[in-house]
């Protein structure tokens, strides 16, 4: 069967004014043709269509023709601001008139003839100037058979403005404290209609300000970068200029203009603004630093490695962007019922109306309580329940250094119960050293330069220590090596000048010479690695190779064990090793002697138990366990294979910011909850007593104000979670 080769558009909408809004431009990019997926954010105003590589042009089309506008990313910012700044003007000048309005029309004393007209005037701009964002997005819906909350907005405000239009052609206007009926023959309700408007507009641009606030994360990120470097030959270029393998100069306290290596100088480099780590980084030659870093104390000479959308920031951002533009699963809920509450609400306000009248009630009682269902009917708070917290979680996430990317990874948190941890990189620094060679009577005095020879050839850490055991020049000025082969796992084979050279793990040699055999167990039971080394079946020598465990290990594991998760260690190396390891930093569980390829395996099997698994690691040999796991967490420090395997980043290399990660995921998902049960429970609790006739439509407006303004203050309360390295 044909792979279908899928490609992705992102398209910014401007002019979405709720969730059922987000769900009609959905709904209409899914349906055509060549469409694989779509998905619209209300919160982000954001796109994102997966297709068969079909131009933009028709999916614009489709936007367009609904009535909403398609502006370019970097416009949108501007756009928002512009939307804001217009709301807010609406805003106050409704609330100029209407205070006025609503005070002589709850007054009886200040009922003098004519009130009712005086009100109406000053009501009338109300209703068809600050409410036309309202009557617009309606009427474009209607020509397109759809409804949303503007729909709602534009019919109860219309029909209680019409309503007592009539009643003041009619000369029927009730007077407040008459004492005879025939005075209280008809209402108005100008005031009404301009009190919804108004609040709606107030719900709506706090709604706005807080919407630019939740994305202020990654427009601070950025906004970090520096935007010129000066190279080593004097000259400044603008950072777009810059190409791999340019050398520039960083003064104390200048930016890092990119991804790069020093190759002289030092300084103590503060990444936290993109790492999340408080402290700066003793920084040397041959040490890797990141863009939009700052050297603090020093001078340093940096060579790029990766400029433009290749560096680590730019990563970044690209993934906390696709991580605000996601969606959880429990949204598809909440869209579902956007998509048919507004029809479903102007249903239950006929039937409202019609009931009142059926029961013999009076036309003012009646359209009162169908005018109050349209109204607190709004599913406002419905549409920004889940993206809200989605884009604050994610960007307090990215201001910590914990990348999180996407809804889906929110929910994967909230049932993990074991946490699986690599050991070389991840709970250790991953700088291995060689701490001494060990020889015996039978080891002829060429192996172990033979040895570090071969495994010059290797890339990997325990082989570049070995390697440095011999010097350069003698690496560099000695006999070749020959019928070179990478055991993967398990070690290195070779011919230097004829002789054979065997080095690698126990299970290469059939024997191992006695006292290298006594040295090596002594050197596993303290926790460092022993490889062997040999020229056939029987190994001499062995290399004790140490890597230092991270001084915030054991604090991390203790945090990951009293959040109630078991924590397992899963290591190539030897279980002696790894029992000492773990028993060093407090881990529970030990699998060892794992080869690279059957660590996915491992994962598989946990899963298969029942547990639910989170993996934790850095290099390309954990690639597939992380995307093996329900849960993949890359250490940032690690490779790009490893990040893009995995569900969750942490840019630093701090395994506290693992319980972090979780934590934040964990408080996130559980703050969409919260907005969508009151969001749920405000509509199906406050819709039956507004068609009781117990909430009249103003309160209704409130209350519905309200409703959109809590669920925008829980998901900011997410700006300040604090993370356990921000005591440091």
Known sequence: MATITTERSDLTVVGMTCGGCAAKVQSALADVDGVVDAQVNFATSRATIRHDGRDDAAFVAVIEGLGYTVRDAADLEAAERARSDDLKRRFLFAAALTVPAMVISMVSRLHFDGWAWLVGALVTPVVFWSGAVFHRATWANLRHRTTTMDTLVTIGTLAAWTWSVVVLLRGDVHVHGADTPESASGHVYFETAAVIITLILLGKWLESAAKRRSGAAIRALADLGAVTAQLVDGRQVAIDDLEVGDRFIVKPGEKIPTDGVVVDGRAAVDASMVTGEPVPVETVTGDEVIGATIATDGTLTVEATRVGAQTALAQIIRLVDEAQGSRADVQRLADRVAGIFVPVAILIAVITLNAWLLFGDGIDDAFTAA?????????????????????????????????????????????????????????????????????????????????????????????????????????????????????????????????????????????????????????????????????????????V????????????????????????????????????????????????????????????????????????????????????????????????????????????????????????????????????????????????????????????????????????????????????????
Request: aromatic content about 2%; glycine content about 10%.
């Open 371 to 543: 005018v109050a269902v349209l109204i607190i009917a709004c599913p406002c708070a419905l549409g920004l329940a889940t993206p809200l917290a989605i884009m604050v979680g994610t960007g307090r996430g990215a201001e910590l250094g914990i990348i999180i990317k996407g809804g889906e990874v929110l929910e994967d948190t909230r049932t993990v119960e074991t946490v699986v941890l690599d050991k070389t990189g991840t709970l250790t620094e991953g700088e291995m050293t060689l701490a001494r060679i060990v020889t015996g009577p039978e080891t002829d005095a060429g192996l172990t330069r033979d040895a570090a020879r071969i495994e010059s050839r290797s890339e990997h850490p325990i082989a570049r220590a070995i390697a440095g055991s011999s010097p350069t020049d003698d690496l560099q000025g000695g006999p070749n090596v020959e019928e070179f082969q990478a055991l993967a796992g398990r070690g290195v084979t070779g011919v230097v000048d004829g002789r054979p050279v065997i080095v690698g793990r126990r299970s290469l040699f059939s024997s191992i010479e006695t006292t290298v055999a006594e040295a090596a167990d002594a050197a596993e039971a303290k926790g460092t690695t022993v490889v062997f080394a040999g020229r056939g079946d029987q190994a001499t020598a062995a290399f």
């Open 545 to 728: 190779v140490s890597d230092q465990v991270k001084a915030t290990t054991a604090t991390a594991v203790a945090a990951l064990q009293r959040a109630g998760m078991r924590t397992v260690l899963l290591t190539g190396d030897n279980a002696t090793t790894a029992q000492a390891v773990a028993d060093e930093v407090g881990i529970e569980e030990v699998i060892a002697d794992v080869l690279p390829d059957e660590k996915a395996a491992v994962i598989e099997r946990l899963r298969a138990d029942g547990r639910r698994v989170a993996m934790v690691g850095d290099g390309i040999n954990d690639a597939p366990a992380l995307a093996a796991a329900d849960l993949g967490i890359a250490l940032g420090t690690g490779t790009d294979v490893a990040i893009e395997a995995s569900d969750l980043t942490i840019v630093s290399g701090d395994l506290r910011a693992v319980g972090d990660a979780i934590s934040l995921s964990r408080r996130t998902l559980a703050t969409i909850k919260g907005n969508l049960f009151w969001a749920f429970a405000y509509n199906a609790g406050a819709i039956p007593l507004a068609a009781a006739g117990v909430l009249n439509p103003m309160i209704a407006a409130a209350a519905m104000g309200a409703s959109s303004i809590f669920v925008v203050s829980n998901s900011l309360r997410l700006r300040g979670f604090e993370g356990s390295r921000s005591s440091d």
